[in-house]
């Protein structure tokens, strides 16, 4: 996804009638993710503002890395705007490393344009 507005209704609801497109968490964080063949894309991941840095990032995670495995993902990858800090530490901490960069991916509304890096991480045991 290079686009950075936010997702409505509408998006979520074609994306999940997709094929080996699922979700984990709950209101409070969630993870989207689509599997295909043997890896798995981290769509997106998102904390509830007012909950973040208590852990549950941490957690969503952890069940979108198993749920994944069990639909027969072996590897996981991400795209991540360079400037992301906080999901960049979150992904660094729960084992995925960088790949890869792509430039000028995102562009942002106010006309910006950043920078994604490519992140992966092994699913197996
Ligand atoms: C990225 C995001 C999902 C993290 O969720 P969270 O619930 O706050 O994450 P956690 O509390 O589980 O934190 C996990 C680790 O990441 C680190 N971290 C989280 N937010 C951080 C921040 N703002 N700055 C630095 N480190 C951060 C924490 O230190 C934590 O490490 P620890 O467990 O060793 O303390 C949340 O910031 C978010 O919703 N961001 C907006 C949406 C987004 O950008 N999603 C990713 C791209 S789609």
Redesign the pocket.
Known sequence: ?TETKAWGAKDFADLLGQTGVFVVGDAS?Y?LGRVIFDEVE????????A???????????AQFHATAQKMGAATAF?E??VE???????Y???GWQEVGKRKAYYHLQDGRVVDALVMSRSLAE
Request: aromatic fraction near 0%; charged fraction near 15%; glycine fraction near 6%.
């Open positions: 996804m964080s993870a981290l769509l997106t991941i998102v904390t509830d503002p909950l973040q840095k208590q852990g549950l990032g941490r957690k969503t995670l991400l991540v705007s992301n800090s906080a999901a960049i530490a979150l660094l901490k729960t």
